[in-house]
C-alpha cells in the first residue's frame, strides 16, 4: 500500500488539454492544413511546455507556462491586425491562450500554504 502524496502526482487537467492540444497541432501540420508551418511550431511548443510543466509540477512553472501564453496571446493581435489571410488563425489562437493562460493561474491558486 502506498502512502497519500508518494511517488509523482497526477497532471493536472491543463497539462493534458495542453499535450492534446499540441497534438491536434501536429496533426494539422502533418495533414498539411492552411498553417501548416504555424500549426507543427505551436504543436512542438506545447507538447514542450506541457512535458515541462508536468516534469517541474511547481506553482512557479505554471505561473511561468501562464505568462507564456499571455505573451503568445499579444503576439497574436498584430497578426490579427496585419494579414487578413491569417486573422482567423490569429483570433482563435488568441482565445486559446487567454482560456490557458487563466487555466494556469487557476492551478497556481493564490499560492497559500495547503495543510
Do not use: C, K, Y
Not at 60 to 70: I, M, Q, Y
Amino acid at each position: 500500500m502506498s502512502r497519500r502524496g508518494s511517488g509523482p502526482a497526477a497532471p493536472s487537467l491543463v497539462e493534458v488539454a495542453r499535450a492534446g492540444l499540441g497534438l491536434w497541432h501536429l496533426s494539422r501540420a502533418l495533414r498539411g492544413r492552411e498553417q501548416a508551418v504555424l500549426h507543427g511550431v505551436l504543436g512542438v511548443r506545447q507538447l514542450a511546455q506541457a512535458l515541462l510543466v508536468r516534469r517541474s509540477g511547481t506553482g512557479n512553472a505554471h505561473t511561468l507556462s501562464a505568462v507564456v501564453d499571455a505573451l503568445h496571446g499579444v503576439t497574436m493581435v498584430p497578426l490579427a491586425v496585419a494579414d487578413p489571410h491569417r486573422r482567423r488563425f490569429a483570433v482563435d489562437q488568441l482565445w486559446i491562450a487567454t482560456v490557458l493562460a487563466v487555466a494556469e493561474a487557476a492551478a497556481v491558486g493564490r499560492g497559500q500554504r495547503r495543510r
